[in-house]
């Protein structure tokens, strides 16, 4: 149940809200383009990656592996939070770059 909850709360939600803003913030702040276009791949793996380490091991039957398995699992789980971390950290950063642009679109603002 955990798993479904963050699937549609937190996974889903924050990589909707993270995959969108950069679609839309840049036309809502009338700048030509995103700061970074390219950054937003690596959002986009970090995003699924927290995702993934966060539902994958809460699906698994860790009552039935063996302790090696059990500890990857929670390893992963540790993980998920630092991927979640830098998805709103990239995101943060390349929209706040987009609204330091230039009319121009150019470079950002120093």
Known sequence: QDALRHTFRRGFI????CGMAQKMVPGFLQKPRLAYPS????ILVFGNASVSCRVVPLLLPLGRLPPRAV???MLALAWSG?????TIALTGWNLWQTACLRRTGDVPVR
């Open 14 to 17: 924050t990589l909707l809200i």
């Open 39 to 42: 950054l937003v791949i690596w």
């Open 82 to 86: 630092l991927f979640a971390w830098i």
């Open 71 to 73: 500890n990857a699992a």
